[in-house]
Nanobody, 115 residues
Framework: QVQLVESGGGLVQPGGSLSVSCAAS????????MNWYRQAPGKQRELVAT???????NYADSVKGRFTISRDNAKNMVYLQMNSLKPEDTAVYYC?????????WGQGTQVTVSS
């Protein structure tokens, strides 16, 4: 079992930056592919960024070049640095740990991009 707790969401102006964090307990983040998803009101949850067990990263086209996913194995944390934020980035951001049949979710953190 992995418990995931997101933090760091908030309100930011368009063009601004924000970093959200995911604290894991119960197991090591290095054992899982770690993902950030987001879900905007009235929309399906979408995959934003992935960091694999080997450290490879992948991004949705909509955030490529603006968002960076990283992992700190010593702290057992995963981060999502978001730059050049747009109003369409407004959503609840969820941390996810996935390996084989194991799939764990955090409770989410709200990110609102608005002037």
């Amino acid at each position: 079992q992995v418990q995931l707790v997101e933090s760091g969401g908030g309100l930011v102006q368009p063009g601004g930056s924000l970093s959200v964090s995911c604290a894991a307990s119960g197991s090591r983040v290095s054992f899982y592919h770690m993902n950030w998803y987001r879900q905007a009101p009235g929309k399906q949850r979408e995959l934003v960024a992935t960091i694999t067990t080997t450290g490879n990263t992948n991004y949705a086209d909509s955030v490529k070049g603006r968002f960076t996913i990283s992992r700190d194995n010593a702290k057992n944390m995963v981060y999502l640095q978001m730059n050049s934020l747009k109003p369409e980035d407004t959503a609840v951001y969820y941390c996810n740990a996935h390996w084989a049949v194991e799939n764990y979710w955090g409770q989410g953190t709200q990110v609102t991009v608005s002037s």
